[in-house]
């Protein structure tokens, strides 16, 4: 960060934007190519592998039979994680960002709770005995950016596949699909990055990097669910809105590559 | 279940755009280069800011500014149910968009290679404590004299049944339709903080957004009262 070449990268990222420009010779409301492959880990139950670009990521969910929270006992229970694995970038071999990692599992988490996509009664077994604990989990290979719209985009094909396991006489019979997981919506999250007064869509690694504000909007087909603004920059209310009505749009494209 | 909001009256008898009572009082601990202690409805919240001081550890410092640590945290007795002392998932969040959100105020540049810390402690809870914190964090850093371009004043809107208040209390948010946190800088009324959950329509978000900055404005004179007053009594010792 510190590092001299860095800062010249990073200027040179922004006289681009100046001119409404990026690296990669995209548009500034365009993503890298998008890649979905949906249940690619036999072992899990619901899985799917996500490529945006050269960013590349895992998503698999376990399950488990336990107690629901006391406030809502008819309820089941997600749990989002994430691995910012040292496989996936240098930066990462060094003490992992651990608060980065913690807000980009809040907000994937977010996307799929607010939105009342999973219907959590549907998964309660038992009122005040019994619920379904689902771990969604992320697994980061190669982070060249954007890990907030790949993250929520793989957790979302790995639900829609995804199937329960057989529940009998007090059991988890892991290998064996049961009933599919009650996913009513398709949550979307779509990601701009703010460079100097310039706002693009799905930001690379270096983008990233060099950005003064970052903004998520979470989506379904019904509405807005989520918001989460980063970076050390601002964003006018103008901003904030007009970049709204574009994440409608975006979001729709990346619901319709879904398989 | 009591309705939230009944003839444009809420549970505590606020209207819609009402505002909790907030005051604040800066330089309230000894040892802290900067402090500011808080009350916003039911919350309580200080905040204490040491530095710019030598970085540690130095190889996190940073050549060409200073870097910033925001350290919010919630005493175990805080809420109702007991809270595990240290940090969580939700306050490291809190406390990494709360230091993004000073960042843009603050002139780091001045003082390379060293570091500010802020810390915040939140001793009642009642709703909207990131919004408290980060307003009190504000004040104390102007408090210690850290070169600002602008304070940092924070504010929540929501929804509750069908309509858009202001500054949501602790009932209202957790059986509100939605919460809308925002942190501006009064000068340019640029968010600097937005963070949102629950479900609304974009006209309903704009209207919460525009709602929430007039919270932020409100807020925005009483940091300037609470430094002035400080002021005040340091001209008369």
Known sequence: ???????????????????GER?????????????????????????????????????????????????????????????????????????????????????????IRESGALDLKELCIEEREKVWLIFLDIHILDYNGNLFDASELALTTALKHGHLPKYEDEKIHHKEEGEKIPLKKLPIE??????????????????????????TFSTTEDGLCAVQKGGSGSFTQEEVMKHLEKSFDHAEELRKQIP | MTELIKNGKRQDDRKPEEMRDLSIEAGVLKRADGSAY??????????????????????????????LKFRYNMAPFSVDDRKRPGPDRRSTEISKVSKEA???????????????EIFVEVLQAAAGTRCASLTAASVALA????????????????KIGDEVVLDLAKEEDNAGKADVPIAIKPKSGDIVLLQMDGDLTPEEFDETLS???????????????????KYEMEEGE
């Not at chain 1, 998503?59 to 488990?64: T, V």
């Not at chain 1, 990055?193 to 690379?204: H, T």
Request: some cysteine; glycine content about 8%.
């Open chain 1, 1 to 19: 960060m510190g590092n001299l070449s860095w800062n010249v990268k990073s200027k040179y990222i922004h006289q681009l934007a100046e001119k």
């Open chain 1, 23 to 111: 690296q990669d010779k995209r548009d500034m409301y365009k993503y890298r190519e998008i890649d979905i492959e949906p249940n690619y880990i036999d072992n899990a139950l619901g899985s799917a592998r996500v490529k945006i670009g050269e960013t590349d990521i895992v998503a698999g969910l376990s399950f488990d039979v336990g107690d629901p929270y006391s406030d809502s006992p008819d309820k089941g229970v997600i749990i989002t994680n994430n691995e910012l694995g040292p496989i996936a970038s240098p930066e990462f071999e060094s003490g992992p960002p651990r608060e980065d990692s913690i807000e980009l599992s809040r907000v994937v988490d977010r996307g």
């Open chain 1, 190 to 215: 779509n990601t701009f990055a703010k460079i100097g007064d310039k706002i693009m869509l799905d930001p690379c690694l270096e983008e990233e990097k060099s950005l003064d504000a970052r903004i």
């Open chain 2, 38 to 67: 808080l009350e916003w409805g039911s919350n309580k919240v200080i905040a204490g800011v040491f530095g710019p001081q030598k970085c540690i550890p130095q190889h996190i410092s940073n050549p060409y500014k200073a870097i």
């Open chain 2, 102 to 116: 000073l960042e843009s105020a603050l002139i780091l540049r001045h003082f390379p290679n060293t570091m500010i």
């Open chain 2, 143 to 158: 408090d210690a004299g850290v070169p600002m371009k602008d304070m940092v004043a924070a504010c929540a809107a929501g």
């Open chain 2, 211 to 229: 709602l929430a900055k007039e919270g932020c404005m409100k807020v925005s004179e009483e940091q300037q009262k609470a430094l002035q007053e």
